[in-house]
């Protein structure tokens, strides 16, 4: 009887550890206007249904299910892996509508190499319904030899929901519609494209978070795999080489666009039953169909 009791307490207290390790994570807001963003940094799950931006919030209505950035190092030697499967070195937030978050892994030789991501959010005035995220993502090598990068952004924008959403675009920019609402979102790299894109249904077996997250090599097969509406997401990669000492910043925008809701929509967005009952069940779905 003693060791079975023992045996149950080493169960509750690992659950309870795992419990309150989880629970623990900094979350990140950035505020402006009629707009708030949820980030976090350092979180990092399998599958990553929760690293990163997720949440991007305009006059009441949520946006955005997932956004984040991924690397590979050196071509093939290794997959994939989300940026902050690195060692968080550090979190700045100097204002409420700016933060800075910088990755970076060391060698017993110095620093091997740096990323380093700023997001700034616009607000538009309240009731405007737009809003708009400018992020720079900048990599760093500082290891003594040239380094080669493969960068990937990942988008995962739910504009009234999950469902109904048709998406186009090429290397340079991406356009995404919610075919009902009208809600529409676009994201535009304001230096040099991509070299690679993607975009696909999130119920495609694999779907773009899958290949970025598996144990393979994969690159982004720069098709436009979606035809009908439904829930879908899209991605970018870019191919960089540097020499030591070397460093590469990409320049995105995302903009937000929502039609102004009717009277009886706002009632509800005011007294939060929209967000509570209709977005948030879909997204709770997601969520577990991501875990399952």
Do not use: C
């Not at 970025?212 to 090599?217: A, E, F, K, P, V």
């Amino acid at each position: 009887m003693f060791k079975t009791n023992l045996y149950l307490l080493i169960i509750v207290g690992i659950f309870a550890l795992l419990f309150t390790t989880s629970s623990q994570a900094t979350l990140y807001y950035l505020e402006s206007g009629n707009s708030e963003i949820t980030i976090d940094p350092e979180t990092h799950i399998s599958p990553p249904s929760n690293n990163g931006l997720y949440s991007w919030i305009v006059d009441g209505i949520e946006n955005i299910y997932q956004e984040w950035f991924f690397y590979r190092i050196n071509n093939y030697e290794e997959p994939e892996e989300p940026i902050n499967s690195l060692p968080l070195k550090s979190v700045t937030q100097n204002s409420p509508d700016q933060i800075k978050i910088v990755y970076e892994k060391s060698t017993q030789d110095g620093i091997d190499f740096t990323f380093v991501l700023t997001i700034k959010l616009y607000g538009g005035a309240t009731g405007s319904n737009k809003s708009r995220i400018r992020e720079e993502f900048t990599v760093i090598n500082g290891n003594i030899s040239p380094k080669d990068f493969s960068i990937f952004e990942y988008d995962d924008f739910d504009l009234n929901g999950p469902d109904y959403d048709v998406i186009s675009g090429d290397a340079k920019q991406f356009h995404q519609k919610d075919v009902p609402s009208g809600f529409y979102a676009n994201v535009v790299t304001r230096n040099r494209p991509a070299d690679k894109y993607k975009g696909d249904y999130y119920s495609s077996i694999p779907n773009i978070l899958d290949i970025l997250t598996d144990s393979n090599i994969d690159d982004l097969d720069n098709i436009n795999h979606v035809s009908d509406p439904g829930d879908v997401a899209w991605a970018y990669q870019w191919d960089i080489s540097l020499d030591r000492g070397k460093s590469f910043t990409i320049y995105k925008d995302k903009y937000i666009n929502t039609p102004v809701p009717e009277p009886s929509t706002l009632i509800m967005i005011g007294s939060g039953l929209i967000g509570l009952f209709s977005y948030g069940s879909l997204r709770l779905k997601k969520r577990n169909r991501a875990i399952g």
